[in-house]
């Protein structure tokens, strides 16, 4: 049989240096690849197309698919969160972060000015934010329990108005206090008098003036 030489020939990223033949077996190629690297395949598998490189080409398909996977992965990421975009929940936790790390943001010196931040899982990611915090109930708002620390789970719940109010830094009140401006609203003090007068904020005064926080009887707050 007569002997093949594919010697100068190229074959996808394979360019054949010479033939290498051994009794009773199939030629052999010597094949330089465009990588650098040096690889000798049958003459049949190269011939066939079954062999283009060193190995190099499938190794690069695979991460292109692996990122391609990736990509997939990603967007499926970003589609659940933008099915959330419009909600309750996704403004709560998108506002937060603007406190903490939006020096424009009109609140941003009593949140990041002062340290104020939020743990990393829940920063890059709103998923896990969601996985701790759950859907927020209607008329609630994202809360930290520990107001001189930051936005991270076992510090956060999703409170009332009035819960909210009760844990302001604005709140200083006792109940010496909370009884006097109760007397001096029924006099006819207004509220913004009266958060003068204490130094407080107006929404926490008509709170305590309504009985909606500091309940007589209750537990003082």
């Given at each position: ?29 010597r ?60 403004t ?18 009593e949140?990041g ?11 890059t990611?709103?998923d896990s ?11 609630m708002?994202l ?18 108005p ?43 005064v008509?709170l ?9 009887g209750?537990?003082?707050?």
């Amino acid at each position: 049989m007569k002997r093949v030489d594919y010697s100068g020939r190229r074959y996808g990223r394979l360019l054949v240096l010479s033939m290498v033949y051994e009794a009773g077996k199939d030629a052999k190629a010597r094949c330089a690849c465009d990588c650098g690297a040096e690889k000798t395949v049958t003459a049949y598998n190269l011939k066939s197309g079954n062999t283009e490189s060193c190995g190099c080409l499938a190794r690069e398909r695979t991460a292109d698919l692996n990122r391609a996977l990736q990509r997939v992965v990603v967007m499926g990421e970003a589609n659940r969160t933008h099915g959330y975009s419009r909600t309750p929940t996704y403004t709560s936790w998108c506002d937060a972060k603007k406190r903490c790390y939006s020096p424009q943001n009109k609140r941003f010196a009593e949140y990041g000015g002062r340290g104020i931040g939020m743990c990393n899982s829940w920063r890059t990611s709103f998923d896990s934010f969601l996985r701790d915090m759950g859907e927020r109930p209607n008329g609630m708002t994202l809360e930290r329990l520990d107001v001189d620390k930051g936005y991270e789970p076992g510090n956060c719940i999703w409170a009332t108005p009035a819960q909210q109010a009760q844990n302001t830094r604005a709140n200083v009140a006792t109940w010496e206090s909370v009884r006097e401006m109760r007397k001096r609203r029924l006099e006819g003090a207004t509220y913004p008098k009266l958060a003068s007068e204490f130094g407080m904020s107006y929404n926490n005064v008509r709170l305590i003036c309504r009985g909606e926080t500091w309940k007589e009887g209750g537990d003082a707050q």
